[in-house]
């Protein structure tokens, strides 16, 4: 470790690199998006106010806590580079990145050994990260905007129709007169949708997303996706379906969404679908608004309780028919696998589809799992993919939840000991309410909106879920055997999904359901604070005495 006056002199060299910055976003970087102006604008002031306190700080700390400043100041640094670097990230050839070595040599300066350890880890992610970044940058299809011609493309996702045109992600594989390999946006026109998995012969004009328009950016959505086209076709015809792994997919895909509700129609089978697949386009327009309003949406994302069930049962089949325990858990990890394939590459669904894989290979390893290490593994395979992902709402959701039930949820449990309730109602709340704090910050941001009553309508809700989905799965494997006995489950299930749904619409049909401006938020910020100083008041222990 280092140091007063070393410590000093870094903190002089780290407001020194604050000038630098504010020139940079304040000369160089002036006719940039003003989006990502802004957002440099602020991580320049966040940069500025933390320097200064550090500097602070290093005058007029005791020595003996010196090294903690020095941790705090070397994970400050490291962040602030990788603000910046994510800020300037939609130019290709911004250096700013870079800016991670300056903290390399900070950590090998103060830590040596350790120090270079972690530099060298860090240079290996940051090298990475940037090859993935440069790949989902380049575009060849780009400089083609404007023009038409003939392509072949592979729709990759399930498609998802509007009241004026379908829409579905796909990956070119031919352009007017040569090979291409590019993912793409397709819009095709109102009326029948293409297959997941179909190839697709059609003549395209090639077009540029549209910017920001109604709080949504698709420009830069999709280009976080690797997307920089979007191809429009008035005709299209098939020609064929993929092969290989994608193939397997969309097989696994279209025999689970045929056989989880086989007779049923409507609602009831669009719930189904969207709790067991995480696909919300069968929903009407405003069964969907329901559920966001309730704060029951999350239920239409696949989680780590599906992968649970998946799971769970393939051990229990193999221990009714008394298969060893190994061949079970090498059988639950090839149908976390599947299930994962099938529903797709969402980031609740490779989160929990890791911690379920995790788990099976401790178990199969005789070792203990440990849960942030499963969460770390979860988001590191994430990002190591696509690095864009730390600005999708998906992702921010599923993991800040799964974080906030780790370290929020317990101590609310424990709060609300002594009150007559039942132990899982006690369980539900301390979730529900967790999950709704981590999360708020980020609805608020990221959708303008915020549910209000999601713990109500959790606990509600929640009981319904583990029975539909064991259900559901066990509907899909009778289906294969005995159809009708499967059309009965189905029809069971279809009870529960109506009443899911039923919760969904009686809470979010309620006007103070959720909040869309800064004056409500500020009333139900001032609720839940005056609600927190009561409970407080209330407990014995943080009373006055």
Same mark, same amino acid.
């Given at each position: 470790?280092?140091?007063?006056?070393?410590?000093?002199?870094?903190?002089?060299?780290?407001?020194?690199?604050?000038?630098? $910055?504010?020139?940079?976003?304040? +000369?160089?970087?002036?006719?940039?998006?003003?989006?990502?102006?802004?957002?440099?604008?602020?991580?320049?002031?966040?940069?500025?106010?933390?320097?200064?306190?550090?500097?602070?700080? #290093?005058?007029?700390?005791?020595?003996?806590?010196?090294?903690?400043?020095?941790?705090?100041?070397?994970?400050?640094?490291?962040?602030?580079?990788?603000?910046?670097?994510?800020?300037?990230?939609?130019?290709?050839?911004?250096?700013?990145? !870079?800016?991670?070595?300056?903290?390399?040599?900070?950590?090998?300066?103060?830590?040596?050994? *350790?120090?270079?350890?972690?530099? $060298?880890?860090?240079?290996?992610? !940051?090298?990475?990260?940037?090859?993935?970044?440069?790949?989902?940058?380049?575009?060849?299809?780009?400089?083609?905007?404007?023009?038409?011609?003939?392509?072949?493309?592979? +729709?990759?996702?399930?498609?998802?129709?509007?009241?004026?045109?379908?829409?579905?992600?796909?990956?070119?594989?031919?352009?007017?007169?040569?090979?291409?390999?590019?993912?793409?946006?397709?819009?095709?026109? +109102?009326?029948?949708?293409? &297959?997941?998995?179909?190839?697709?012969?059609?003549? %395209?004009?090639?077009?540029?997303?549209?910017?920001?328009?109604?709080?949504?950016?698709?420009?830069?959505?999709?280009?976080?996706?690797?997307?920089?086209?979007? @191809?429009?076709?008035?005709?299209?015809?098939? *020609?064929?379906?993929?092969?290989?792994?994608?193939?397997? #997919?969309?097989?696994?895909?279209?025999?689970?969404?045929?056989?989880?509700?086989?007779?049923?129609?409507?609602?009831?089978?669009?719930?189904?679908?969207?709790? +067991?697949?995480?696909?919300?386009?069968?929903?009407?327009?405003?069964?969907?608004?329901?559920?966001?309003?309730?704060? /029951?949406?999350?239920?239409?994302?696949?989680?780590?309780?599906?992968?649970?069930?998946?799971?769970?049962? %393939?051990?229990?089949?193999?221990?009714?028919?008394?298969?060893?325990?190994?061949?079970?858990?090498?059988?639950?990890?090839?149908?976390?696998?599947?299930?994962?394939? $099938?529903?797709?590459?969402?980031?609740?669904? %490779?989160?929990?589809?890791?911690?379920?894989?995790?788990?099976?290979?401790? !178990?199969?390893?005789?070792?203990?799992?440990?849960? !942030?290490?499963?969460?770390?593994?979860?988001?590191?395979?994430?990002?190591?993919?696509?690095? =864009?992902?730390?600005?999708?709402?998906?992702?921010?959701?599923?993991?800040?939840?799964?974080?906030?039930?780790?370290?929020?949820? &317990?101590?609310?449990?424990?709060?609300?000991?002594?009150?007559?309730?039942?132990?899982?109602?006690?369980?539900?709340?301390?979730?529900?309410?967790?999950?709704?704090?981590?999360?708020?910050?980020?609805?608020?941001?990221?959708?303008?909106?915020?549910?209000? /009553?999601?713990?109500?309508?959790?606990?509600?809700?929640?009981?319904?879920?583990?029975?539909?989905?064991?259900?559901?799965?066990?509907?899909?494997?009778?289906? #294969?055997?005995?159809?009708?006995?499967?059309?009965?489950?189905?029809? @069971?299930?279809?009870?529960?999904?109506? =009443?899911?749904?039923?919760?969904?619409?009686?809470?979010?049909?309620?006007?103070?359901?959720?909040?869309?401006?800064?004056?409500?938020?500020?009333?139900?910020?001032?609720?839940?604070? $005056?609600?927190?100083?009561?409970?407080?008041?209330?407990?014995?222990?943080?009373?006055?005495?």
């Amino acid at each position: 470790m280092i140091g007063r006056e070393l410590e000093s002199s870094v903190a002089w060299a780290r407001l020194g690199l604050v000038g630098l $910055a504010a020139l940079q976003v304040g +000369v160089f970087a002036s006719d940039y998006p003003g989006g990502y102006h802004g957002a440099a604008w602020l991580v320049t002031l966040l940069f500025a106010m933390g320097s200064l306190a550090i500097a602070l700080a #290093a005058r007029r700390l005791d020595e003996r806590v010196l090294g903690r400043l020095g941790l705090g100041a070397l994970v400050f640094d490291g962040l602030v580079a990788a603000a910046y670097a994510l800020v300037f990230s939609f130019e290709v050839t911004n250096p700013t990145r !870079w800016a991670l070595l300056v903290v390399v040599i900070e950590a090998a300066l103060r830590y040596a050994v *350790v120090g270079g350890i972690g530099a $060298a880890l860090c240079l290996i992610g !940051w090298w990475w990260g940037s090859g993935r970044l440069d790949v989902l940058d380049r575009s060849s299809l780009e400089p083609e905007i404007g023009r038409a011609g003939h392509a072949i493309v592979t +729709v990759t996702a399930p498609p998802r129709r509007s009241r004026f045109a379908v829409r579905a992600q796909g990956r070119a594989t031919w352009f007017r007169d040569g090979r291409v390999d590019e993912a793409v946006q397709l819009e095709l026109p +109102v009326g029948r949708s293409p &297959p997941q998995g179909g190839i697709l012969e059609a003549l %395209v004009v090639v077009e540029a997303p549209r910017g920001p328009a109604n709080g949504f950016d698709e420009r830069t959505w999709l280009r976080r996706h690797g997307i920089h086209v979007v @191809l429009h076709a008035d005709e299209w015809r098939r *020609v064929g379906r993929r092969g290989g792994l994608g193939g397997i #997919a969309d097989r696994l895909r279209r025999q689970l969404s045929r056989s989880i509700a086989p007779g049923l129609a409507g609602e009831r089978r669009a719930v189904l679908e969207g709790i +067991v697949l995480g696909d919300d386009e069968a929903l009407t327009d405003e069964t969907r608004d329901d559920f966001r309003r309730s704060g /029951l949406y999350h239920l239409l994302a696949v989680s780590g309780q599906n992968v649970v069930l998946v799971a769970g049962g %393939v051990l229990l089949l193999a221990w009714l028919l008394g298969i060893p325990r190994v061949v079970g858990e090498l059988g639950a990890l090839a149908a976390i696998g599947g299930y994962v394939l $099938a529903v797709g590459a969402q980031p609740s669904v %490779v989160r929990a589809g890791i911690a379920g894989a995790v788990a099976s290979l401790a !178990w199969l390893s005789g070792r203990i799992r440990d849960a !942030w290490y499963v969460l770390e593994l979860g988001a590191v395979a994430l990002l190591a993919w696509n690095p =864009y992902l730390v600005f999708d709402a998906g992702f921010q959701l599923s993991f800040a939840a799964v974080g906030a039930i780790f370290v929020l949820a &317990p101590p609310i449990v424990r709060r609300l000991e002594g009150y007559p309730m039942p132990q899982k109602v006690r369980e539900g709340i301390g979730i529900s309410a967790a999950c709704g704090i981590a999360t708020a910050p980020i609805l608020w941001l990221q959708f303008g909106a915020l549910p209000v /009553l999601a713990i109500a309508a959790n606990l509600l809700a929640e009981p319904a879920i583990a029975p539909l989905l064991a259900l559901a799965f066990v509907t899909a494997g009778l289906d #294969a055997i005995s159809p009708p006995c499967a059309a009965l489950l189905a029809a @069971l299930n279809g009870w529960l999904a109506a =009443y899911v749904a039923a919760c969904a619409h009686a809470i979010g049909a309620l006007p103070f359901a959720q909040v869309r401006t800064g004056r409500a938020l500020a009333v139900v910020i001032g609720l839940g604070a $005056a609600a927190y100083a009561w409970l407080r008041w209330r407990t014995p222990s943080s009373r006055p005495t």
